[in-house]
């Protein structure tokens, strides 16, 4: 048996997006066929790839990968000879008794290896091409939603869907994960149906709180539950007082990484009819990237932090702020 067969195993598996486990072999105490550094890729599915250890051990390995992919967190185990098969604790090790009759311990590391997180981003606008050219650098696969899109304008994406339609959208992408709609003016609505008929883990929104509150009225009274409406995240981002677009996608990448490791995500008030803003949305026809590109103004970055902007009137229109 090749002993580093794995190496090449987990290219493949990587390749395919299918999550598994390396589980290497710690300490083996005789009688057992599986030695210290002795290693095997495990799928959720059960499937196991090199060496670990006869069928007595398999078991308890399967469950235990099972579980280490679902946390995502990486796993001590050992097995040992006991009349039981029960499992307990041992500090941070998870043991089992084994009741086979070969009568050796393991002691194996479980390390789950999964998928790039995907992280939705709706939108042709500056923000939305900067998020796709820096989602990737941490570790994020992204992909584009916009009507029209091209895959060759956006190299960085993993995927291009060219189209906004909700039916196109929730048949080309799974339900959940992350999504952050950055239109700025163009098709938002359009967008935001899309973007919850994902269901997603969390949506984000790149626009002014009024705004975005004139959004959440309109959907609302279009038939779309209101308390997913409530949770849409807007303004999006940290305040760290962004101006280009690129730092308004770094501003929001921070809070996606801050979901990603637990961290709470803010939402806001359910609409009602006591708390939605009365006034009409008139957003004038416009050219994108004439204000919001390299030299985006202040309103920009107040379209992501919520900070006050500066009475620029055009720039903000621009961005989509209203």
């Keep these: 048996m090749n002993r580093n067969q794995w190496i090449a195993d987990a290219a493949r598996l990587q390749a395919e997006d299918r999550p598994f486990a ?47 992919l679902a946390s995502g967190q990486p796993q001590s185990i050992r097995i040992a000879p006991t009349d039981e098969t029960a499992e307990r604790t041992l500090g941070d090790v998870l043991e089992f008794g084994m009741a086979c009759h070969s009568g050796g311990t393991l002691e194996l590391f479980v390390d789950p290896v999964l998928p790039a997180p995907q992280l939705v981003v709706f939108g042709d606008s500056p923000v939305a091409r900067a998020l796709t050219g820096l989602a990737p650098r941490i570790g994020l696969q992204t992909v584009l939603v916009a009507e029209g899109a091209q895959a060759a304008d956006f190299p960085d994406a993993a995927r291009v869907v060219g189209s906004d339609r909700t039916d196109t959208v929730t048949q080309a992408l799974p339900a959940g994960g992350l999504v952050v709609v950055a239109t700025q003016g163009r098709r ?36 779309e539950d209101p308390a997913r409406v409530a949770a849409i995240v807007a303004p999006a981002g940290e305040p760290i007082g962004a101006q280009t677009p690129e730092e308004i996608a770094l501003a929001v990448l921070a809070t996606v990484v801050a979901a990603r490791r637990g961290r709470p995500v803010r939402a806001s008030a359910p609409v009602t009819e006591k708390t939605a803003p009365k006034f009409k949305l008139d957003l004038p026809p416009m050219e994108m990237g004439s204000c919001c590109g390299g030299g985006a103004s202040k309103a920009a970055d107040a379209e992501s932090t919520g900070e006050a902007a500066p009475p620029v009137v055009a720039a903000k229109s621009c961005c989509g702020g209203s």
């Design 22 to 68: 390396l589980v290497t072999v710690l300490r083996a105490q005789a009688p057992t066929s599986a030695k210290a550094g002795d290693k095997a890729l495990v799928t959720a599915d059960g499937q196991i790839h090199g060496w670990i250890g006869g069928g007595c051990a398999q078991p308890a390995v399967v469950k235990t990968v099972r579980q280490a």
């Design 188 to 223: 938002d609505l359009q967008a935001l149906r899309a973007a919850l008929a994902l269901q997603p883990q969390t949506l984000w929104f790149v626009a002014s709180e009024r705004k975005a509150g004139v959004l959440r009225e309109s959907l609302v009274g279009a038939g």
